[in-house]
T-cell receptor, first 114, second 112 residues
Framework: AQSVTQLGSHVSVSEGALVLLRCNYS??????LFWYVQYPNQGLQLLLK??????LVKGINGFEAEFKKSETSFHLTKPSAHMSDAAEYFC????????????FGKGTKLSVIP | DAGVIQSPRHEVTEMGQEVTLRCKPI?????LFWYRQTMMRGLELLIY????????DSGMPEDRFSAKMPNASFSTLKIQPSEPRDSAVYFC??????????FGEGSWLTVV
């Protein structure tokens, strides 16, 4: 069975500082990994995904994530936080290419301090 | 292009009443999903359809919950009778096999 653990339900960073949101997964097969963002009162929007190939994945809004098999991790980073990045971020794993069996983490709420 | 469209956006109902949530997936998508989001349990997959056929409903919490997809452009999630613990945000999402899942903006349900 697949599972996702997001460390830290709430992360605060200063504007301009590095954003690091942690995600560890468990999967019995090579996983497909996703980061979604949810702005207040909105649905989830895909930030980036890893399927195969290059382990460093770039997404929208300057975010990127690196798949590290040895660490079973897929941490999300952004070099410089903007106020507009304040949102909740969800890591998800799928064991199918079709990604229709997504298992989500509990989410990490990112606050950006001016 | 229009995204996944859900209605109603907000619903407040009394315990025991029937609740029907509606979803119009993105045109051409062959998968449709219903998720529930709560503070306690996070995001949970309730049920998903492929080509209008329910494939996995193991996430549906109780018999009070039912979902239908009569055609490729419409799905409903029904709760009858509703209970306060059903209060949550219900998301509909759709995808084309092998591609990104797109979420609607959610239906915020409060059962009092």
């Amino acid at each position: 069975a697949q599972s996702v653990t997001q460390l830290g339900s709430h992360v605060s960073v200063s504007e301009g500082a590095l954003v690091l949101l942690r995600c560890n997964y468990s999967s019995s097969v090579p996983p497909y990994l996703f980061w979604y963002v949810q702005y207040p009162n909105q649905g989830l929007q895909l930030l980036l995904k890893y399927t195969t190939g290059a382990t460093l994945v770039k997404g929208i809004n300057g975010f990127e994530a690196e798949f590290k098999k040895s660490e079973t991790s897929f941490h999300l980073t952004k070099p410089s936080a903007h106020m507009s990045d304040a949102a909740e971020y969800f890591c998800a794993v799928s064991e199918e290419a079709g990604s229709y069996q997504l298992t989500f983490g509990k989410g990490t709420k990112l606050s950006v301090i001016p | 292009d229009a995204g996944v469209i859900q209605s109603p956006r907000h619903e407040v109902t009394e315990m025991g009443q029937e609740v029907t949530l509606r979803c119009k997936p993105i045109s051409g998508h062959d998968y449709l999903f219903w998720y529930r989001q709560t503070m306690m349990r996070g995001l949970e997959l309730l049920i998903y359809f492929n080509n209008n056929v329910p494939i996995d409903d193991s996430g549906m919490p109780e018999d009070r919950f039912s979902a239908k997809m009569p055609n490729a452009s419409f799905s409903t999630l029904k709760i009858q009778p509703s209970e306060p613990r059903d209060s949550a945000v219900y998301f509909c999402a759709s995808s084309l096999f092998g591609n990104t899942i797109y979420f609607g903006e959610g239906s915020w349900l409060t059962v009092v």
